[in-house]
């Protein structure tokens, strides 16, 4: 019943940009801590940026910040990553994930219950 479903992964230049989306049923993003990670081949999956329900704040990893935004449209039940100055490194299939059970604190992807499909990012030249 629960369902996530990101969308707007594409090929890009490096230093373009993206701007991802995550459409949500069966569950009101408003009320949960929701967040984007990311996984390539070969590697963990990693933490890219989160809003803790309880206060607010926002998380980012180091080699994203300043470039990535994450944001939520609780009207729209949709949670977005707005992704600038993209590099290489950002290549990877990216995913929206949500917390229910409000445990998650930061970026640690096992403190997650719900996740999409992933939607596949490639920056390359």
């Known amino acids: 019943q629960v369902q996530l479903v990101e969308s707007g992964g594409d090929r890009v230049q490096p230093g373009g940009s993206l701007r991802l989306s995550c459409a949500a049923s069966g569950l009101s993003l408003s009320y949960y801590t929701i967040g984007w990670f990311r996984q390539s081949p070969g590697k963990w999956r990693e933490g890219v940026a989160t809003i803790i329900n309880s206060d607010g704040k926002t998380y980012y990893r180091d080699s994203v910040k300043g470039r990535f935004t994450i944001s939520r449209d609780s009207a729209m039940n949709m949670m977005y990553l707005q992704m600038n100055s993209l590099k290489s490194e950002d290549t990877g299939l990216y995913f929206c994930?949500?917390?229910?059970?409000?445990?998650?604190?930061?970026?640690?992807?096992?403190?997650?219950?719900?996740w999409g499909q992933g939607t596949q990012v490639t920056v390359s030249s």
């Open positions: 994930a949500v917390d229910i059970t409000g445990r998650a604190t930061g970026l640690e992807s096992l403190e997650y219950d719900y």
